[in-house]
């Protein structure tokens, strides 16, 4: 029976792989909508609204997810350690054979430390150094991912950096990508996303247009020397190429992007279980509830967002990556063999000298 079980999970994983079908491969899931911070960029509004699912429920929508073929996971929010029960969290999502990233701010990593060993890997939110990331994401800020990419590292967890680009930021790049080096980290960086609940922000300064050209090319001269910049060069070169400095989003294919794969390929998931298609189209009306209605029942009814291309390099990722292009592949393989097999190797050699012990 647990073989036949099995088999069937792994041809929903087969099928959700295929880039045509009704299968979501990706699911982003923000456990909390509650922080710590206060990042004046912020995508969201983390301060007030503390609901979110128990244990219970996100077993069932966990599971209702695998059921659908979901097999990468990320944990998000909000501060995802400040989720009551994160530790249960990682463990169901681990024992129903998801691959785990969480992205946190690092203040809690302490606390969670055991927890965190099971994740597939850890990404840490850094735009700068001290002196400027601390401008942009608060007082104290880099000192404590600082201090949570040491623990982690020590634990052997497999880490990554998550990068906001604004113009306050543009000369930090380099050390950034340094620190990526030293932590074995790939750094995912990208230009500051427009706030989903539509809140004035003040003080961020957003690069868009001529500006941003000369960082693009930058990035992508960075990643040519080898440093551990995460998304391709095609992908810094479509963003390179967005039509519009006025907009984000545009309700038709841009040329030469790759298909917008939300809401089939990839779903973001609130934390009150409410399935959206796109984490940045998270507002009612376009969630539907996977408590009230099962999750396949909500993926079915899912609509499709009134964009098809947007000018971030983490969604162009997802959707080549999921459509099956080349070089997306070819830059997620590459910091695969530089950064995630040694630790792999490292972490066996770990677990060999420890059971010979
Ligand atoms: C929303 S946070 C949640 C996880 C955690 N609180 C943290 O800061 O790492 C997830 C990631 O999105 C990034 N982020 C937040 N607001 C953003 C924005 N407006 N544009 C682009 N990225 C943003 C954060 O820096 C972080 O790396
Ligand atoms: S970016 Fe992360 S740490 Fe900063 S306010 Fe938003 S959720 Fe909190
Ligand atoms: S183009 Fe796709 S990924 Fe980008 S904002 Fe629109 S729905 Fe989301």
Same mark, same amino acid.
């Given at each position: 029976?647990?073989?036949?079980?099995?088999?069937?999970?792994?041809?929903?994983?087969?099928?959700?792989?295929?880039?045509?079908?009704?299968?979501?491969?990706?699911?982003?899931?923000?456990?909390?909508?509650?922080?710590?911070?206060?990042?004046?960029?912020?995508?969201?509004?983390?301060?007030?609204?503390?609901?979110?699912?128990?244990?219970? &429920? +996100?077993?069932? @929508? $966990? =599971?209702?997810?695998?059921?659908?073929?979901?097999?990468?996971?990320?944990?998000? !929010?909000? #501060?995802?350690?400040?989720?009551?029960?994160?530790?249960?969290?990682?463990?169901?999502?681990?024992?129903?054979?998801?691959?785990?990233?969480?992205?946190?701010?690092?203040?809690?990593?302490?606390?969670?430390?055991?927890?965190?060993?099971?994740?597939?890997?850890?990404?840490?939110?850094?735009?700068?150094?001290?002196?400027?990331?601390?401008?942009?994401?608060?007082?104290?800020?880099?000192?404590?991912?600082?201090?949570?990419?040491?623990?982690?590292?020590?634990?052997?967890?497999?880490? &990554? +950096?998550?990068? @906001? $680009? =604004?113009?306050?930021?543009?000369?930090?790049?380099?050390?950034?990508?340094?620190? !990526?080096? #030293?932590?074995?980290?790939?750094?995912?960086?990208?230009?500051?996303?427009?706030?989903?609940?539509?809140?004035?922000?003040?003080?961020?300064?957003?690069?868009?247009?001529?500006?941003?050209?000369?960082?693009?090319?930058?990035?992508?001269?960075?990643?040519?020397?080898?440093?551990?910049?995460?998304?391709?060069?095609?992908?810094?070169?479509?963003?390179?190429?967005?039509?519009?400095?006025?907009?984000?989003?545009?309700?038709?294919?841009?040329?030469?992007?790759?298909?917008?794969?939300?809401?089939?390929?990839?779903?973001?998931?609130?934390?009150?279980?409410?399935?959206?298609?796109?984490?940045?189209?998270?507002?009612?009306?376009?969630?539907?509830?996977?408590?009230?209605?099962?999750?396949?029942?909500?993926?079915?009814?899912?609509?499709?967002?009134?964009?098809?291309?947007?000018?971030?390099?983490?969604?162009?990722?997802?959707?080549?990556?999921?459509?099956?292009?080349?070089?997306?592949?070819?830059?997620?393989?590459?910091?695969?063999?530089?950064?995630?097999?040694?630790?792999?190797?490292?972490?066996?050699?770990?677990?060999?000298?420890?059971?010979?012990?």
């Amino acid at each position: 029976m647990a073989r036949l079980k099995k088999l069937v999970q792994n041809a929903r994983d087969v099928r959700s792989v295929l880039p045509h079908t009704s299968s979501p491969l990706i699911a982003l899931y923000n456990v909390t909508e509650w922080c710590n911070y206060r990042c004046g960029y912020c995508v969201g509004s983390y301060y007030a609204d503390r609901d979110m699912m128990d244990l219970d &429920q +996100i077993r069932e @929508v $966990l =599971t209702g997810l695998r059921r659908l073929g979901v097999k990468l996971l990320g944990l998000a !929010g909000g #501060e995802p350690l400040l989720h009551r029960d994160i530790d249960g969290v990682i463990e169901i999502a681990k024992d129903l054979g998801f691959v785990v990233g969480l992205n946190t701010n690092g203040t809690l990593v302490s606390r969670h430390l055991e927890a965190l060993k099971r994740l597939d890997s850890l990404t840490f939110s850094i735009d700068a150094s001290a002196e400027v990331n601390d401008q942009m994401r608060g007082k104290g800020a880099y000192k404590d991912a600082i201090n949570g990419m040491k623990l982690a590292a020590e634990a052997g967890i497999s880490l &990554q +950096i998550n990068t @906001v $680009l =604004t113009r306050d930021n543009i000369d930090e790049l380099e050390a950034v990508l340094k620190l !990526g080096q #030293e932590y074995k980290a790939p750094v995912s960086i990208s230009p500051v996303f427009e706030n989903v609940v539509g809140q004035e922000r003040e003080g961020v300064d957003e690069l868009h247009g001529d500006p941003l050209a000369p960082v693009l090319e930058k990035i992508i001269r960075l990643k040519e020397q080898g440093y551990p910049v995460r998304f391709s060069k095609k992908t810094y070169e479509r963003v390179a190429n967005w039509p519009d400095p006025a907009v984000d989003k545009l309700p038709e294919r841009v040329e030469g992007y790759p298909r917008c794969v939300a809401g089939q390929k990839y779903i973001f998931i609130s934390a009150m279980g409410v399935m959206y298609p796109c984490a940045l189209h998270s507002q009612p009306p376009m969630g539907q509830d996977c408590l009230k209605m099962g999750v396949e029942e909500a993926y079915r009814a899912l609509e499709r967002p009134q964009c098809e291309s947007c000018r971030w390099p983490c969604m162009i990722e997802f959707h080549s990556m999921c459509t099956w292009e080349l070089d997306a592949f070819r830059s997620q393989f590459t910091n695969f063999l530089q950064y995630r097999l040694p630790h792999m190797l490292q972490s066996s050699a770990w677990v060999a000298a420890a059971s010979a012990k």
